[in-house]
């Protein structure tokens, strides 16, 4: 009754759901197919469909849009309800996720975990039939029990870490975009707002605004462009810039990338309507790839595995041999074989497959991703996104960072605090009173025109905050707020008038910007601004107060040394510059050509832009160095800001070298190579500078990382070992090039990056160690018992318990230390490094060796310290359990000594720090004791009395002592 009620509310609902999908038909009058057809690749039909809809504004009518200011901001979370249930939201269909059933399931898909119970039902069979119907069914029931207790744990831990890297990729993919929507509490006939979204909640019908480094969130038509370029590769294979305009190729595409200008476009396809989206579905899954590391481990991993099963079969063997033996001398005597035998074979088959359990060591792979995923969900917390897994890692043995300086050095808060004024030096921000309002109109328009950036007032911080260009931004700054002009207006009024001509977009390798406009007249206004040195070069007149004056060679040079005095001060300076056109000379070609434009040019001013280091850079910067890894700034600003901000920061030493891009680009490969290790400064560099740098210290054997934040730095961070794009001033192709997005911009989330890459590392190698050696105890232990005769000391089902507290617990316990500034203290690991080292063979070695020690002499004297005689069948249990349980309890120490792994003398440091490790150990204790007391036939244990748990403890405890005299033995570190 109840499915059936359940099964009734589904249906209302569906019902409900289909009947509001019919009413937004009838409002809307078209499908998301049919609109999401309008972008389809290789339609020649696409401009007749176009065409007959009406173009951008019959889309915009159609899905009830405005052009001008977007969606209305009236209802509009039911607005946005609406057109994500009708059109469908910009999000892609997640992988099938198996659930936990599913990856239990796949546990058993294991070979040995197969025939391991395939064993233990022949044993249950047997030992039923053939032994005690009584006792005999616990050795079978005991290992399938143990068998569904490790899939069990596996399962939960791969649950565990597919939910991880499903919450990571939710925010890895979730990037943001710029979309007009109305403005509140505005009118219909006012412009929009831009505001900042998360891709994944624009809708049909939404106004995106594109520029520069975009990369296009969703299908839709283009309304407006100026030198828009963009890079279809992802959709076409074509890495050709194609040319965007609302009259000829008005399509745009999601996935791809705005290379140049700036452009505006009507959404009409998202999510699985999209072209994109459309591949997507198409796509099969993709396999996830190995880390370095990961391959390492795999090899190792099967190595060890080969030598585990080379033990068990020599084990096996020799059981088999001594049983032919012993069959072969019944038989002698006159008795007959018995069914009885079978269950000797059985068990030593079971002990065989066992071996193999506990040897292949399934926890190193494990131990990497439990340690990865743990990183880097920890790395979000200390602003360090991961894209990519192996950068994690990497990012541990990287030898030499190319670091940007604004906003990753500096604070990226930039003011003008000084500078030239029609002419005039001014310590401070000039009142607007005391300049000439003639070219106070053009500089202003200059401002307000000649830039993309906008201001968003925050109201948390009562004071505007800078969207887009934090350079350009710093003049609206002084438009908005020290001069109280509205720049808003001033673009609004020139829209209207359609007197913007062209835009020229800024460049790393431009280094400047151009507006042509129109004005009353029909002559027009070239408004130029950028590097100082570069715009300066191009002026032929200047403002000197209230008139314009030939710019002769001695001002010009005086220009020049004020530029110098602020950048050596640490200002980043600005040059702003105009031209006026006449009517007949601004034609299609003359517009063409971009050089013949930008020339002739008058000096309106220079400002002194004030960018503050951040005050946690020096000290980020030192640890950096201190841990052997070099920081170079390379920086497009001018070579005197750049080494005063260098040496604020301790990047630029008495014997460094800071050369400028034209220099070091101008060199032979030699002479670059011979003095890179001393650079420590590249400025006024081109993005090609920064992929030679790269490039070239990778050929000198550096693992390189890199930091960029424009669409040009991508080539760089794909070069570099680690690319690290930043996550405010960052644009979308930047950040979809590299492998880390760090989310302050802040140089000292780098060097936490850092430092949690070599934990991640070590952690690994923590693991190793406890892990080999626990195999060769169990491997070596088994075989000699097995030779001497004695019996296998170890039950098949303790084995299990062994390998469960090997494999799964002491990877998460390990593979989850967090890092401390020690790995700050020491040089990186060279690439040629082993897994192993020195120091860990020895550890490794030393700590087998006691633990085989103290094994086999209990196993050879223990009867007759513990009073037991091993001939009786109850006292070789005994006495097998004491072995059982001093075993553990040795690996369960050795496990605190395998927390450090460099011969650190205090391996209890910031044990308290890892509540898991804490806890794991903890409870592996109280585990071993229920086990040991209560685990009976079950585990074939039985219970010890105080004076026997004393000695096992003791033994366990005693290789802590021991692990600190192994560490005074000298052993080489790599």
């Known amino acids: 009754m109840q499915m059936k009620n359940q099964n009734n509310i589904l249906g209302d609902k569906n019902l409900i759901v289909q009947k509001k999908l019919d009413e937004l038909q009838t409002k809307y009058k078209t499908t998301p197919e049919l609109l999401g057809d309008l972008c389809s690749q290789n339609d020649p039909t696409n401009p007749e469909k176009l065409e007959k809809i009406g173009g951008s504004k019959g889309i915009a009518k159609t899905v009830q849009t405005n052009l001008q200011n977007g969606l209305p901001q009236k209802d509009l979370k039911n607005n946005l309800d609406e057109r994500k249930l009708y059109f469908g939201e910009n999000k892609f269909k997640e992988p099938e996720f198996k659930g936990f059933w599913g990856l239990f399931k796949d546990t058993f898909d294991d070979p040995t975990l197969k025939i ?50 499903r919450e990571l990729n939710k925010i890895k993919d979730n990037i943001t975009c710029t979309v007009i929507r109305e403005k509140l509490n505005g009118n219909s006939e006012a412009e929009g707002e831009k505001l900042a979204i998360s891709i994944h909640d624009i809708v049909v019908g939404d106004i995106i605004y594109l520029q520069t480094g975009s990369k296009v969130p969703a299908d839709g038509i283009l309304f407006y462009a100026s030198e828009l370029k963009t890079n279809e590769s992802s959709m076409t294979g074509e890495n050709d810039e194609v040319r965007k305009t609302p009259d000829e190729d008005c399509w745009v595409m999601s996935g791809t990338e705005v290379t140049q200008g700036e452009g505006k476009y009507i959404v009409t396809a998202v999510g699985k309507h999209s072209q994109w989206g459309k591949i997507m579905e198409k796509a099969k899954g993709k396999e996830d790839i190995n880390t370095p590391l990961q391959d390492k481990l795999e090899v190792m991993a099967d190595q060890i595995g080969k030598l585990g099963l080379y033990s068990a079969i020599l084990t096996v063997l020799v059981l088999l041999i001594k049983w032919g033996f012993k069959l072969y001398g019944r038989i002698n005597e006159g008795q007959n074989f018995e069914f009885h035998d079978l269950v000797e074979i059985t068990d030593a088959i079971i002990i065989g497959i066992t071996i193999v359990v506990v040897a292949v060591p399934e926890g190193l792979p494990l131990a990497v991703t439990i340690s990865l995923a743990y990183s880097m969900k920890k790395m ?30 500096t604070k990226n808060e930039m003011n003008v605090v000084e500078g030239y004024f029609f002419g005039k030096k001014y310590d401070t921000q000039p009142n607007k009173k005391n300049l000439n309002p003639t070219h106070y109109q053009i500089l202003i328009k200059n401002i307000a025109l000649n830039s993309k950036a906008y201001l968003h007032y925050d109201e948390s911080k009562q004071k505007n905050k800078i969207i887009g260009s934090q350079t350009e931004g710093a003049l609206l700054l002084l438009l908005k707020d020290q001069w109280n002009e509205d720049f808003e207006s001033i673009r609004k009024k020139h829209e209207n008038e359609d007197s913007f001509v062209k835009l020229i977009s800024f460049s790393s390798k431009r280094k400047r910007m151009s507006t042509i406009i129109k004005e009353d007249n029909d002559n027009y206004l070239v408004f130029c601004n950028g590097a100082s040195e570069i715009i300066l070069d191009k002026c032929s007149h200047y403002i000197n107060d209230d008139q314009e004056k030939i710019l002769d060679t001695q001002t010009q040079e005086e220009f020049f040394k004020g530029i110098n005095k602020m950048a050596s001060s640490g200002l980043r300076t600005l040059c702003l510059a105009y031209r006026r056109v006449d009517s007949n000379t601004c034609d299609e070609k003359w517009l063409e050509n971009i050089d013949g434009i930008e020339k002739d040019l008058t000096l309106l001013s220079i400002v002194g832009i004030k960018d503050p280091v951040r005050e946690e850079v020096p000290h980020a910067v030192r640890e950096s160095q201190n841990a052997g890894v070099t920081v170079r700034m390379v920086t497009g600003d001018n070579i005197e800001t750049a080494k005063h901000i260098a040496k604020e920061c301790g990047i630029l030493k008495e014997d460094g070298v800071a050369i400028e891009g034209f220099k070091f680009r101008n060199m032979t490969v030699e002479e670059k190579k011979k003095i890179i290790p001393n650079l420590q400064v590249l400025a006024r560099s081109s993005p090609q500078d920064k992929y030679d740098l790269v490039t070239l210290l990778k050929e000198m054997g550096e693992v390189v990382s890199v930091t960029g934040d424009g669409t040009n730095d991508a080539p760089a961070l794909k070069q570099a070992h680690v690319g690290l794009s930043m996550g405010i001033a960052g644009t979308d192709v930047a950040k979809e090039a590299s492998d880390i997005v760090i989310l302050d911009d802040n140089f000292k989330s780098i060097v936490l990056a850092i430092m949690w890459g070599r934990s991640v590392y070590d952690n690994i190698r923590k693991f190793l160690q406890f892990q080999l050696t626990v195999n060769v105890v169990a491997l070596i232990t088994s075989f000699l018992a097995a030779v001497s005769g004695q019996g296998i000391p170890l039950k098949a089902v303790q084995l299990l318990w062994v390998n469960l507290i090997m494999d799964t617990l002491a990877a998460l316990a390990l593979g989850t230390e967090p890092p401390t500034k020690d790995l700050l203290k020491r040089a990186p690991y060279k690439k040629s490094s082993s897994l192993l080292n020195g120091i860990m063979k020895r550890n490794i070695a030393a700590q087998s060796v006691f633990q085989l020690i103290v094994l086999l002499v209990i196993l050879q004297f223990g009867g007759k310290f513990f009073g037991l005689n091993p001939l009786d069948t109850e006292d070789k249990l005994h006495l097998d359990c004491i072995v059982f349980n001093t075993f553990v309890l040795m690996q369960v120490f050795n496990e605190i000594n395998c927390r450090k792994i460099n011969d650190e003398p ?20 109280l585990i071993q004791v229920i086990v040991v007391e209560f685990g009976g036939s079950f585990f074939s244990t039985v219970h010890l009395n105080v004076f026997e748990w004393g000695v096992s403890t003791f033994l366990g405890l005693l290789s802590i002592p021991l692990g600190f005299f192994f560490r005074l033995i000298p052993a080489k570190s790599d």
């Open 116 to 165: 391991l119970i395939v064993s233990a039902i022949v044993s249950l069979i047997l030992g039923v039939t053939v032994e005690d119907p009584k006792t005999g069914w616990i050795e079978g029931t005991a290992i399938l029990i143990a068998v569904l207790i490790v899939s069990f744990v596996t399962a939960i831990n791969d649950y565990q870490k597919e939910m991880q890297f």
């Open 380 to 409: 979000m917390q200390d602003n360090n996104l991961v894209r990519k897994l192996e950068s994690c890692e990497t990012m541990g043995n990287v030898t030499t960072i190319c670091s940007d300086k604004t906003g990753t050095l």
């Open 906 to 925: 205090n391996i209890f440091k910031g044990i308290f720090n890892n509540w898991i490790f804490c806890g794991i150990w903890i409870g592996i204790i």
